[in-house]
């Protein structure tokens, strides 16, 4: 069964007995401080962490609750391996700087590790990367070698201790973990370390080159610089947005008869699919990941239905127990965004951490600390906000098609919309009584309206009928059915129809 947001949202398997809950002040007047840190998440809380060692002044402010947004919302696996491949990394950036970046990943799992100091369920495990096709053998063969050669502990293996798995290798040294209780942890060292913590507390996105004051919540920050840490971008960075479009993804939990090895396991399909143990005291519950596609352009609730079905054809499934789903961002080039922001004097950001922000998350940290300090910072260039190289033209055109195509849904004719006709748990966009509308009725039969166009940059919003959201495909702007801001780049909720 579902744990909920108090929006209807499913929230992840660490929260489903650990409630989301305001433990700091909403910020109500004018504050002061040397760095201002937007986002309370594991970019944001490990950054504010770093920087307070290192004798700055911090203050943190989050919109929401800690623990409602992406980090507590993650599948907890902490592994060093590319998203793109050790291939093509190596490819890209060359052996020193794709060695430079595999360690900046390692590193942040034994900070991890520190941090956690026996707690937080950490366990070091083993990752696999494998196809379940023994014809995809040179492939896996190609970056088995290109692993080894850029940093990783990999051994070859055609004994994959998972179902349904033809050849692979093992990588040696990497972890998992209890996200909601590693959150609680780092808001726990922030405090003792003297950082500023505010909850409930929205700040307006740092849009100009050069900005030392910010409303916040009922009041106002001013600072010396400013870090946008809330996982998408929130600056006025239109480059950036277009390089980090938004995904959905999809997580099961499921009690099996033939649990896998405690490991992490990922296969090298397109999107991959994902398995782990969710608990070390459990080891006949495993969490299943994967069925990645652009926000708000899929139907989730098929997405669910695909990942359950591969999930049941590898598994003797007794019990499908917690499912949900979370927003990543998605860098076109495959490399995160993490320093300062591109025409910016005092703006800097971590953004496109793609599906492994715990690790990058955690890396951000130390690098955005030595660059505001004006320290010489392994991959500054490589990971830049403004590096030229941002990102491949095949896949810029095709994420920037499917915003055009968002564009479009404004002009092209929309048809007509029954109200009646909605079944709980239904949205719509269309015609409402002569009004563009944003339409659904949820489970409990309630019918809310809305306008359907997205208070950020003017998307049209669509239905998300897994989470009972109003989804924008275009930078990823969630909202509740009854058009209450969510998530991501939107600063305030949606207007009433025809507004």
Same mark, same amino acid.
């Given at each position: 069964m579902e744990t909920t947001h108090p929006s209807g949202i499913a929230l992840s398997w660490w929260l489903r007995d650990r409630p989301v809950r305001q433990r700091f002040d909403r910020l109500t007047d004018r504050h002061t401080t040397e760095i201002l840190v937007i986002g309370a998440g594991i970019t944001g809380l490990s950054t504010?962490?770093?920087?307070?060692?290192?004798?700055?002044?911090?203050?943190?402010?989050?919109?929401n609750a800690i623990g409602a947004g992406t980090t507590a919302n993650s599948t907890g696996h902490l592994d060093a391996h590319p998203e793109m491949g050790p291939y093509q990394l190596l490819k890209q950036l060359g052996r020193d700087a794709a060695a430079d970046y595999v360690a900046l990943r390692l590193a942040a799992i034994q900070e991890i590790e520190s941090r956690c100091a026996g707690?937080?369920?950490?366990e070091r495990i083993s990752g696999y990367h494998y196809s379940e096709s023994l014809e995809d053998r040179e492939e896996l $063969? =190609?970056?088995?070698?290109?692993?080894?050669?850029? &940093?990783?502990? @990999?051994?070859?293996? $055609? =004994?994959?201790?998972?179902?349904?798995?033809?050849? &692979?290798?093992? @990588?040696?040294?990497?972890?998992?973990?209890?996200?909601?209780?590693?959150l609680d942890r780092l808001v726990e060292i922030a405090s003792r370390k003297g950082v500023t913590i505010f909850e409930e507390t929205m700040v307006e996105g740092p849009t100009e080159s050069e900005v030392h004051q910010l409303k916040a919540g009922d009041g106002t920050v001013e600072f010396q610089h400013v870090i946008s840490a809330v996982h998408c971008n929130y600056t006025g960075s239109m480059r950036l947005y277009a390089a980090t479009p938004p995904y959905q993804s999809y997580a099961i939990v499921a009690e099996v008869n033939n649990p896998p090895a405690d490991a992490l396991f990922w296969d090298n399909s397109e999107p991959y699919y994902y398995v782990r143990r969710a608990q070390s005291d459990h080891p006949s519950l495993i969490i299943a990941g994967g069925c990645?596609?652009?926000?708000?352009?899929?139907?989730?609730?098929?997405?669910?239905?695909?990942?359950?079905?591969?999930?049941?054809?590898?598994?003797?499934?007794?019990?499908?127990?917690?499912?949900?789903?979370?927003?990543?961002?998605e860098p076109t080039d495959g490399l995160p965004m993490i320093g300062q922001v591109a025409s910016s004097r005092n703006v800097w950001i971590a953004t496109g951490l793609s599906g492994v922000g715990l690790t990058l998350g955690t890396a951000a940290a130390r690098m955005l600390a030595d660059q505001i300090e004006g320290k010489p910072c392994p991959l500054e260039d490589e990971l830049s906000p403004s590096r030229l190289a941002i990102s491949s033209p095949v896949k810029y055109g095709s994420e920037q098609a499917a915003t055009t195509a968002n564009f479009a849904e404004r002009v092209l004719p929309a048809g007509n919309v029954n109200a009646d006709e909605l079944h709980p748990g239904e949205g719509r966009v269309g015609n409402v009584d002569g009004a563009h509308t944003a339409i659904c009725r949820t489970h409990d039969g309630c019918l809310h309206r809305s306008s359907p166009i997205c208070t950020h940059m003017g998307g049209v919003l669509?239905?998300?009928?897994?989470?009972?959201?109003w989804d924008c495909p275009v930078h990823g702007g969630r909202f509740t059915p009854d058009g209450t801001r969510l998530y991501g780049p939107p600063e305030s909720d949606l207007k009433s129809p025809g507004e």
């Open positions: 504010a962490i770093e920087l307070a060692e290192r004798g700055h002044q911090v203050t943190v402010c989050e919109s707690n937080c369920e950490f $063969e =190609q970056n088995f070698k290109a692993a080894e050669e850029i &940093g990783l502990n @990999v051994k070859w293996t $055609e =004994q994959i201790p998972i179902p349904h798995a033809g050849c &692979g290798y093992e @990588v040696e040294g990497m972890a998992r973990i209890h996200c909601s209780k590693y990645d596609h652009r926000t708000g352009t899929e139907d989730t609730l098929a997405a669910f239905g695909q990942l359950e079905q591969w999930l049941r054809e590898r598994f003797e499934v007794t019990a499908v127990v917690h499912r949900w789903s979370a927003e990543l961002f669509h239905w998300n009928e897994a989470e009972q959201t």
